[in-house]
């Protein structure tokens, strides 16, 4: 057996023995995590500065602080999210039990990128760990580094059986990917995302998608230039490009290209200063192979800033490239490293148009003044997300779906939906063997009678909440009629009137001119004008 | 006649002029569908009839009623799901606009199963409309009669250039899932589902799949056999037993066997008279094909058949039979049954029963029959299935509320109601920030320091947070 079979099918026994199913027990992990994570800062850090050159802030804000904001979130919330979820009832229904139950799945299969080793391995696990399953950890063999921390120290602090971290290159892999799991969790390229899903057909295994794909962001002419060449610059660098929702390339409009370079240009001077290669917090490209696709995508451009590299160091610097159209190289691929394309466009129509072309990316930005621009921009696009004058930050939000659409991926996570992701939602109807009298209508001998009783009441749906809704409304507007009513009496007995006759309830004659007699339901009152409180004659 | 991409290109020119976006025109297609259904229902009903000889009473009830009951669902609430779904914050996104947005998939493709030929390609239908897709309906050439009323009822009622009936068998098919999609519905079995999902996989397209499986019902502690026999036959024997939810096996202790076993009879004449094959309300087997695998079991089985057993080969019957003493290796284990016999299955304690059904692929259904709360309580911690129904068979899955869908080999995804609005929609994410507080921002622009740190930790709280 192999080393893969082998962990899936440990993973497999333990998950069948039911421990992950008490919420404590996943809360108990979740706080090791936690633990692992704030204790393992530095051995985390210095693994992520090996694969990446990321400084150790850079890890700390890139990669630990989301895995932690997302394992507290799920202690709080777990018992929540956990909960059955009750659902609208039915006429026949009503005294039943109809809730939705989220269920574990089983045995998930976690497989990891490189460019946030920590960060894009650990937030799927938090929801795979809150939702009760065992999950098999596959670390990108790329961040070498990084994947032998997590092999090393991850087992100390989670139950081995339950979680076991297995690492290797494409063959082990391939056999991973060749055991049976109940949900597959990827992020990484399409390329790679079209054979996990292939693998998984082959076991009906569904599966998340987190992919890729060319993040455009396109600048209004018309809006804060020095602000939004600020926010592009810091999301377009970060990790030296090599984010998957880093904006891939930016369109505007030819007048206003020169001030973008500029600005851009300032800003890459005063975040990594005149010389980013001995900057602490500016990063490299992850290897070699990398580095060169990365050299040849600068092909038939014009570089207008930065362009110099250092192969040995995979150093690429902050670039921007000008003369780009959609035929350029640059344009063929996401990019994923430290090169900012600029194409220009008349406007948002043509914009829009361009965009449209191509796949669906994981995120469209669009920095623009103009609220009717950047709904058009919305209303007429499709992408994971929209982020609309920022980059990046749509990712720090965990009650908003983080995923893809199209062959940016299928899914998402983050929060709440990390959990339902990785949970199976089942439907839940108890009933009682009582009420049988009821049934009948719908069991042969089939009649015309019954068809129509059974077509009215066995699928009408009731809204149990605007029928409670409805009742106080009732309620309130008989209050509401009693006490104008009451308040009607009281001011009447205040004013002088006089009637000639009235109407009499149950045999009592009163015979007085200058009274007003009422009549409420069966009482009838009568009013004396010398302010005598009213007197009930019959009830 | 057209060919498939020339039906495609039409449909995906139809949607990138995206006139099924506004909820007007959503409206007006799923009122034009309440149209379809209601102007022709006896015409559907004679259809099914046809295919597969169903009672009247089951056609409306599980084919048009049902269909008309999701109509009025999304009719109802298709504006409360169109609306953007706005979301709690973090400090520093506070004064930012953050929602989640439902938008239409483009171009979706939902394949039929022949056994309710109509529901299941009409319900998802609506949800895919509602959610404002092009959809492809390729109805299942099985059910022969329905596939051609669809055919043509779909193109009169509905707009010729969004929706599209895609016809034929396995070679069409499989030509069809050749085309990209942007989600492929597909109901029915296991071995067609890896064919849909491979092809599928290759232009990543996302996929929902409502397969089927054994589903178990246990009946154990204590209960009123009557009652319990009538729910078991109505929901076992329903459509001749070809249902996905159908009970498919019984597992009970020898006294209860003794004691359902005359309450079944009883019931099934009650319900079909003496002579079964006679009755208007019993349905028949879809084709020679599988009346032919149905009676290979029955003749493999080393069970006893205690109820029933007649059969027909010319009139595609096979009477509602109840077979006792099966092992767990019996034929009748083998595979989803999908017919009119009921295999029971003698197991002493109820946790043998929940560690036998721990054995098998997870179902649709899973059932239990008992007056005991803590019998249905157990049943329900120690199994997992796609839904589960204690006290009666079926019947959950016509609740719109209820997501309805499977789990491993019963499938993946769900629908009915607001769930099919969902699986037919991309959750979009929606984050429109300000231009102000840009002095905030300078917290996260190098060069870093331990200060802006913990600044920024602050700020983006864990409430709601996590920042990359």
Aim: proline share 5%; aromatic share 8%.
């Amino acid at each position: 057996m192999s080393r893969q079979q082998l962990a899936v099918q440990r993973a497999r026994k333990s998950f069948q023995t039911g421990k992950t199913k008490p919420l404590e027990s996943r809360i108990h992990q979740l706080r090791n995590l936690l633990r692992f994570v704030t204790e393992r800062r530095k051995d985390i850090a210095e693994a992520v500065k090996k694969d990446l050159s990321k400084s150790e802030h850079g890890t700390e804000l890139f990669e630990t602080l989301g895995v932690e904001g997302e394992i507290k979130l799920a202690i709080e919330k777990l018992a929540e999210w956990a909960a059955p979820r009750p659902v609208e009832k039915s006429l026949l229904t009503v005294s039943d039990e109809v809730f939705v139950h989220p269920e574990p799945l089983g045995v998930v299969l976690i497989i990891g990128a490189w460019n946030y080793p920590w960060a894009v391995t650990l937030q799927p696990l938090v929801g795979a760990i809150a939702a009760g399953n065992a999950a098999v950890i596959k670390p990108s063999e790329v961040c070498c580094h990084s994947a032998k921390v997590m092999e090393e120290l991850l087992p100390r602090y989670l139950d081995k059986d339950l979680y076991p971290v297995v690492t290797g290159g494409v063959p082990e892999t391939q056999e991973l990917l060749r055991q049976r799991f109940d949900h597959i969790f990827y992020t990484g390229s399409s390329t790679v995302g079209k054979l996990v899903m292939e693998a998984a057909a082959r076991n009906l295994t569904p599966v998340t998608l987190e992919l890729g794909g060319k993040s455009p962001c396109y600048i209004d002419k018309n809006c804060d230039i020095t602000v939004a060449c600020r926010r592009i610059t810091w999301g377009k660098f970060v990790n030296c490009g090599q984010t998957c929702i880093a904006p891939d390339y930016v369109l505007c409009e030819p007048s206003i290209q020169s001030r973008v370079q500029e600005e851009i240009k300032n800003c890459i001077k005063e975040f990594y200063t005149d010389d980013p290669k001995t900057f602490e917090d500016y990063g490299r490209i992850i290897n070699k192979r990398h580095f060169k696709r990365i050299m040849a995508l600068m092909e038939g451009s014009t570089v207008v800033v930065g362009g110099d590299s250092d192969e040995s160091q995979c150093y690429i610097a902050p670039t921007v490239l000008k003369n780009v159209t959609g035929e350029s190289k640059v344009m063929k691929e996401e990019i994923f490293g430290p090169l900012l394309p600029i194409i220009t466009v008349s406007g948002v129509d043509e914009a829009i148009q361009f965009i449209n072309e191509r796949e669906k990316p994981l995120v469209i930005y669009v920095f623009s003044n103009e609220n009717k621009l950047i709904k058009r921009v919305i209303a007429e696009t499709s992408s994971g997300a929209l982020l609309a004058n920022d980059c990046l930050v749509h990712f720090t939000v965990s009650s908003l779906p983080f995923g893809g659409v199209g062959h940016s991926g299928m899914g998402c996570y983050h929060g709440r939906y990390g959990f339902d992701q990785l949970s199976h939602m089942r439907s839940c109807l108890i009933k009682q063997l009582k009420m049988e009298g009821v049934n009948s209508m719908r069991y042969p001998p089939h009649t015309a009678k019954k068809l129509g009783w059974a077509r009215f009441f066995l699928l009408k749906q009731i809204n149990l909440g605007r029928l409670r809704r409805m009742m106080l409304l009732a309620m309130f507007v008989g209050v509401a009629s009693f006490v104008v009513q009451s308040l009607y009496l009281i001011v009447l007995s205040h004013v002088p009137a006089t009637y000639e006759s009235f109407k009499c309830i149950k045999g009592t004659e009163v015979k007085e001119s200058n009274s007003i007699v009422y009549q409420r339901w069966d009482q009838v009152i009568v009013l004396q004008v010398s302010k005598v409180p009213a007197m009930k004659l019959s009830g | 006649m057209e060919s498939q991409s020339q039906v495609l290109e039409r449909l995906r020119t139809a949607f990138e002029s995206r006139v099924t976006i506004p909820e007007k025109f959503r409206r007006t297609q799923l009122t034009n569908l309440m149209s379809m259904i209601k102007d022709n229902e006896e015409q559907i009903v004679n259809a099914l009839h046809k295919d597969l000889t169903k009672p009247k009473f089951e056609a409306i009830l599980s084919e048009v009623e049902i269909v008309m009951n999701e109509l009025h669902c999304a009719l109802s609430n298709l504006t409360s799901w169109m609306q953007p779904e706005y979301v709690s914050k973090n400090l520093a996104t506070k004064l930012d606009e953050c929602f989640v947005r439902r938008e239409p998939l483009g171009v979706v493709l939902i394949i039929g199963p022949w056994n309710y030929p109509m529901q299941l390609l009409i319900v998802p239908l609506i949800g895919a409309i509602a959610a404002g897709n092009c959809v492809v309906i390729k109805p299942s050439e099985v059910s022969a009669a329905t596939d051609n009323l669809i055919t043509e009822l779909i193109p009169k009622y509905l707009s010729k250039d969004c929706y599209a009936v895609v016809r034929g068998g396995a070679k069409e098919t499989q030509a069809l899932l050749k085309n990209r999609f942007d989600h492929i519905f597909y109901t029915g079995s296991q071995a067609v589902a890896r064919v849909v999902l491979q092809a599928a996989a290759v232009h990543l397209t996302p996929v929902t799949l409502e397969l089927g499986g054994k589903c178990p019902c246990l009946i154990y502690g204590r209960v009123n056999a009557t009652a319990a026999a009538h729910r078991l036959v109505w929901s076992k024997f329903f459509n001749a037993g070809q249902s996905c939810v159908a009970p498919d096996y019984v597992l009970c202790s020898k006294a209860t066997c003794d004691a359902l076993v005359p309450a079944l009879r009883q019931v099934l004449e009650d319900f079909y008279g003496s002579d079964i094959q006679k009755s208007p309300d019993m349905s028949r087997i879809v084709t020679p094909k599988h009346w032919t695998r149905l009676m290979g079991l029955l003749n493999r089985t080393k069970g006893k058949v205690v109820v029933g057993g007649e059969h027909d080969e010319k009139d595609r019957y096979i009477a509602p039979t109840v077979v006792v003493d099966v092992a767990e290796d019996d034929a009748l284990m083998e595979e989803e049954i999908f017919g009119p016999i009921l295999p029971i299955l003698t197991i002493e304690s109820l946790e043998e029963s929940i560690k036998l059904t721990k054995t098998k692929e997870k179902p649709l259904a899973f059932y239990v029959f008992s007056d005991e709360s803590s019998v249905v309580k157990k049943v329900l911690e120690n199994s997992s299935s796609g839904g589960f129904c204690s006290n009666d068979g079926i019947v959950h899955m016509a609740l719109p509320g209820l997501p309805f869908g499977g789990v491993g080999n019963s499938g993946f995804g769900h629908y009915h109601g607001h769930w099919g609005f969902e699986a037919f929609s991309h959750q979009r994410a929606v984050m429109l920030r300000g231009w102000a507080l840009e002095k905030l921002n300078a917290l996260r622009y190098p060069p870093y320091s331990d200060e802006k740190l913990s600044w920024l930790r602050w700020t983006t709280s864990p409430k709601s947070c996590s920042i990359m």
